[in-house]
């Protein structure tokens, strides 16, 4: 007697569907694609009981190897889009050792509206950006205000405001740049003394446009490295702001954030594409000076090396990789794996 061919077609359905579950509940597990390769840190860091960290948006690493977190204390990007001028009560700044992931200090209560970006520069001083205030903030170590820039609250395109400013890089000379960022689709150069000097880019796909310029870095030769998110690609400009060369395709995803080390290799987060239901993908991406990826790291998902939205990214002394994601709410550290 021959089997009737619905049921072949409903055991392959069922047989499809356990896969699935399988898959949905196995083991965490970082995906990477190519060499060299990493692993997560499992219990890195280290929160008080209880506790969880709020939108990670700002990740950064200071000369002591301390990891410097800025997220939202529960703070959420409301769907209407109009963002909350209030500043958050709880602490927004949590900064944790870099090697046992303790908690060495908080600071940031009721000075933040919308946490966003953060930079370390090369004296441990914190840059930060705050996309409802408008504003861009210098810090000391110790949490003392060196500098403020633009309106509280105010958005405007001229040299005095930002519209929703994501991110800072910092020169060795201390001058420094500022994507500008959901709005205003621009990059701003200021002097160490916070005075404008110039800025390039207006919205568009061409060289030198940018559809939201969301992270911004610089190289041991003070080329700008600038992560444009809705156009998925990175540009790179001369100190000028004289557009180079542009990094595009598919291993690089759609650029949230990007850090470059001593030896000018790229690392990437690659936020994915927020479809309005999951799944979705998100990774980091390590790659060479040229824009090639040598490593995919991580995959869309909850477990430990995953991520929901990889948003922000750092890189210690050693080589380690710290990622804020966002929509996960927390921060992760991947070493190199051993031989």
Excluded at 39 to 48: A, D, K, M
Excluded at 184 to 213: C, H, I, Y
Excluded at 227 to 256: C, M, S
Excluded at 274 to 289: C, I, K, Y
């Amino acid at each position: 007697m021959r089997t009737p061919k619905w049921v072949g077609a409903l055991v392959a359905l069922l047989f499809g569907v356990v896969i699935i579950a399988a898959d949905r509940y196995a083991k965490p597990r970082v995906a990477v694609v190519g060499q060299p390769q990493y692993h997560v840190v499992h219990g890195w860091p280290v929160l008080p009981e209880g506790e969880v960290l709020g939108s990670v948006a700002g990740v950064g690493v200071d000369s002591r190897g301390n990891v410097w977190v800025f997220h939202r204390a529960g703070r959420t990007w409301p769907r209407s889009d109009v963002l909350e001028l209030t500043p958050i009560a709880r602490p927004t700044i949590d900064v944790f050792d870099g090697r046992s992931g303790a908690l060495l200090k908080r600071w940031g209560s009721s000075l933040f509206a919308m946490p966003h970006g953060l930079t370390i520069d090369a004296h441990d001083n914190v840059w930060l950006t705050d996309v409802a205030l408008q504003q861009v903030y210098k810090f000391s170590p110790e949490g003392q205000l060196l500098l403020s820039l633009g309106e509280r609250g105010v958005a405007g395109d001229d040299e005095r405001h930002f519209n929703r400013p994501t991110a800072v890089a910092v020169t060795g000379d201390g001058s420094f740049y500022v994507s500008d960022g959901y709005r205003n689709t621009r990059v701003m150069k200021f002097s160490a003394a916070g005075k404008f000097l110039f800025q390039w880019g207006t919205k568009g796909t061409g060289p030198g446009e940018f559809d939201l310029p969301h992270g911004i870095a610089l190289d041991a030769a003070g080329h700008v490295y600038v992560a444009d998110r809705e156009n998925q690609r990175i540009q790179v400009f001369d100190a000028a702001g004289h557009y180079l060369t542009q990094w595009t395709g598919k291993q690089l995803g759609r650029p949230y954030a990007i850090a470059i080390d001593k030896q000018g290799e790229a690392y990437v987060a690659d936020g994915g594409d927020q479809p309005d239901v999951p799944p979705d993908r998100s990774a980091w991406v390590l790659a060479r000076p040229d824009g090639t990826a040598l490593a995919r790291i991580g995959r869309f998902g909850n477990y430990d090396g995953q991520f929901e939205m990889a948003h922000s990214i750092a890189i210690d002394a050693q080589g380690s990789v710290y990622v804020g994601d966002i929509t996960g709410a927390r921060v992760q550290k991947f070493v190199l794996s051993g031989p």
